[in-house]
């Protein structure tokens, strides 16, 4: 079964196998306190990992009721007072993406009418992201849509955790701090000892990001050449760089369907490669994913927790999760405490 770390970033196997690392906690949870200044609230889409964070930080979760009418309208009401309180909501826009986006909004209209002092959403996963430009003849730019809801909502600042492409921060008229999942995934990796470890990128546009681990983990830098065919569907053509007899573990910031991740893994292999390893940041797993993940080359996928596992990538054995609670959570005390945010990256 997949596991999950725990609030202290803390990874508990389910049972001892290979890969299972033996983390200590970075840093104890704090004790319970109260501050009527300082409130954490969510929505349905992930609810446990608001619960990570709220314990990480010693927060009580804000009480707000979020439900549906019967024609599936939603309905918000916030259920303590909020005036003057620098707040956080912790919502990922994932799947259905639509209904968590309403709620979203929803509670930063009710926050903002409630007289808070300030509202910052907090998204581990930003859908829409991928939707970043007019790549088609009458077609929306779906994410500049998005960040300009958001900030008509009441947003004042946004913190968001691995962007599809880091340059989406400039579709906000409002602070925005991105968060990287990448010291969480590094340091679980590091404690592998993985042997001739080489960082491959699955496309030229994650280059950046392959870069940036193979520079942590003291490793070799590949690139696949890619060419999408069409929505979901890709190509790969060749890799650029040297994998024979290497131990490759593939780099990217979510996987969807996985037929990327899979075809990748399979031309490494088909180039020599020992065997592949593979990390994303968001777990989005839509449609014949875990099942492609399970019949693929790929011995491990490592995930974060930015959106909740589906019951079936929860039981996957392959599939392994680790925990940005303790990562969100300082994120957002530095917020509140106007401290720095770029110090989670040193």
Do not use: W
Request: charged content about 25%.
């Amino acid at each position: 079964m997949a596991t999950l770390a725990t609030a202290t970033e803390k990874v508990v196997p389910e049972k001892k196998g290979h890969g299972a690392p033996d983390d200590k906690p970075e840093r104890k949870p704090q004790r319970a306190r109260v501050d009527d200044r300082f409130k954490i609230f969510c929505g349905t889409a992930n609810e446990p990992l608001a619960e990570e964070v709220c314990a990480f930080l010693g927060l009580t979760r804000g009480q707000a009721l979020v439900t549906r009418f019967k024609d599936g309208e939603a309905y918000v009401q916030i259920q303590e007072n909020v005036r003057g309180a620098d707040v956080f909501v912790i919502q990922p826009t994932c799947r259905p993406v639509d209904e968590h986006l309403m709620e979203l909004l929803m509670m930063m209209d009710a926050l903002k009418r409630a007289s808070a002092r300030r509202i910052t959403a907090v998204i581990p996963y930003f859908g829409y992201a991928r939707q970043d430009r007019k790549d088609k003849p009458r077609v929306p730019i779906s994410s500049k849509l998005v960040a300009d809801l958001l900030t008509t909502a009441g947003a004042d600042r946004a913190l968001i955790v691995d962007l599809h492409a880091p340059q989406l921060q400039g579709f906000f008229n409002i602070p925005v701090d991105h968060l990287f999942a990448s010291p969480v995934l590094v340091d679980h990796f590091k404690k592998l000892n993985l042997p001739n470890l080489t960082v491959v990128s699955p496309d030229a546009g994650g280059v950046e990001r392959a870069r940036f681990f193979a520079k942590k983990m003291d490793a070799a830098l590949a690139i696949v050449d890619k060419r999408r065919v069409e929505m979901n569907v890709a190509e790969v053509m060749h890799v650029i760089g040297d994998v024979k007899g290497r131990t490759c573990l593939l780099i990217d910031d979510l996987i969807d369907t996985a037929g990327t991740l899979v075809k990748t893994a399979a031309a490494l292999v088909e180039n020599g490669a020992e065997s592949v390893y593979a990390c994303a940041s968001h777990p989005v797993f839509s449609g014949a994913a875990v099942e492609n993940i399970a019949q693929s080359h790929i011995r491990e996928v490592v995930v974060t927790n930015t959106i909740p596992l589906t019951p079936e990538a929860a039981h996957e054995p392959k599939i392994r999760v680790l925990t940005i609670a303790g990562l969100i959570g300082r994120a957002i005390q530095s917020i509140h405490e106007e401290t720095s945010v770029s110090k989670l990256f040193m």
